[in-house]
Nanobody, 118 residues
Framework: QVQLVESGGGLVQAGGSLRLSCSAS?????MGWFRQTPGKQRDLVAGINSGGRVNYADSVKGRFTVSRDNAKNAVYLQMNSLNVEDTAVYYC???????????????WGQGTQVTVSS
C-alpha cells in the first residue's frame, strides 16, 4: 500500500500559477497527476517515472511542468498560465509498474481543488 498526501490547491486568477505537491509513503516507480470535473472522467494531466521520463496531456503542454524528488518520494506539478478550463479537482496518482498510472493497481491521493477565476 501507498499513502499519497497532496497539497497546494486553491483559487487563482486566470493567467496565474499554482504548484501542487504530493508525497508518497514509500518509493514508487511512476507518479503523476489526474484531474476531474463534475460529470466527467478523471483524465491524466502529467506523469513522470523514477528515471525522469515525462508525459503530458496535450492541453497542458508548455504550461504545466511535472517533476519529482525521488529522495523525498514526492511529485510536483507547476501550473502556469492557468485558465478557467483548468478548474478541477486534481488527484495525485502513483503506480509500481510502467503504464500503471490510473489503473486499478495504482494509488490515489485525496484530491485537491484548483479553481481558476476569469
Amino acid at each position: 500500500q501507498v499513502q499519497l498526501v497532496e497539497s497546494g490547491g486553491g483559487l487563482v486568477q486566470a493567467g496565474g500559477s499554482l504548484r501542487l505537491s504530493c508525497s508518497a509513503s514509500r518509493s514508487i516507480f511512476t507518479m503523476g497527476w489526474f484531474r476531474q470535473t463534475p460529470g466527467k472522467q478523471r483524465d491524466l494531466v502529467a506523469g513522470i517515472n523514477s528515471g525522469g521520463r515525462v508525459n503530458y496531456a496535450d492541453s497542458v503542454k508548455g504550461r504545466f511542468t511535472v517533476s519529482r524528488d525521488n529522495a523525498k518520494n514526492a511529485v510536483y506539478l507547476q501550473m502556469n498560465s492557468l485558465n478557467v478550463e483548468d478548474t478541477a479537482v486534481y488527484y495525485c496518482n502513483a503506480a509500481d509498474h510502467p503504464g500503471g498510472l490510473g489503473t486499478l493497481l495504482s494509488y490515489w491521493g485525496q484530491g485537491t481543488q484548483v479553481t481558476v477565476s476569469s
